[in-house]
T-cell receptor, first 114, second 109 residues
């Protein structure tokens, strides 16, 4: 069983730039969600994708957007990067589109904005 | 929205002792409470979860208790080992997942 994989593992960007992070969900999982984890904090929900559509969103501005592909993989795009966007970005997949379904996390992408 | 508070933020125990981490939540609609372990450089890993229709769940050295009336739930680790050292997060779900701020557990050999 293949777990959740994310790429790249580390990324350095300049303020104002755009970034795309990628995620492959665990085998058999059709739902993908993205989380932002600032240093010393718990993960914060950005949004969730099911059947290639966003079906839940946390308190993040529209410059955070995403996609889900037919093979259930996903992308997180962040435009107009700000210094506060520096964080670990976690992708999680789950078996069903339910907020009571266990999340399976990848190891994350560490984004640094300078 | 939901507010999850987690205590303590750091915890040191001697190997073989027990460790307890406590969380409170604010939204009575929350009905699913997972616990995650995060090791350095890795993503959170689910270690145990409990649903609102259950008061206690145990898996070997790990147990979770839930008090819906008081809106708090706790993680209990018995016979701690050095490999239990990590950051632990609680979470509550009522429509989306809300995580606590984490507890850094150190098990001293």
């Amino acid at each position: 069983e293949t777990g959740v994989t994310q790429s790249p593992t580390h990324l350095i960007k300049t303020r104002g730039q755009q970034v795309t992070l990628r995620c492959s969900s665990q085998s058999g999982h059709n739902t993908v969600s993205w989380y932002q984890q600032a240093l010393g904090q718990g993960p914060q929900f950005i949004f969730q994708y099911y059947r290639e559509e966003e079906n839940g969103r946390g308190n993040f501005p529209p410059r955070f957007s995403g996609l889900q592909f037919p093979n259930y993989s996903s992308e997180l795009n962040v435009n107009a990067l700000e210094l506060d966007d520096s964080a670990l970005y976690l992708c999680a997949s789950s078996l069903v589109s339910s907020y009571n379904s266990p999340l399976h996390f990848g190891n994350g992408t560490r984004l640094t904005v300078t | 929205g939901e507010n999850v508070e987690q205590h303590p933020s750091t915890l040191s125990v001697q190997e073989g002792d027990s460790a307890v981490i406590k969380c409170t939540y604010s939204d009575s609609a929350s009905n699913y409470f997972p616990w995650y372990k995060q090791e350095l450089g890795k993503g959170p890993q689910l270690i145990i979860d409990i649903r609102s229709n259950v008061g206690e769940k145990k898996d070997q050295r790990i147990a979770v208790t839930l008090n819906k009336t008081a809106k708090h739930f706790s993680l209990h680790i018995t016979e701690t080992q050095p490999e239990d050292s990590a950051v632990y997060f609680c979470a509550a779900s009522e429509g989306q997942f809300y995580f606590g701020t984490g507890t850094s557990l150190t098990v001293i050999p």
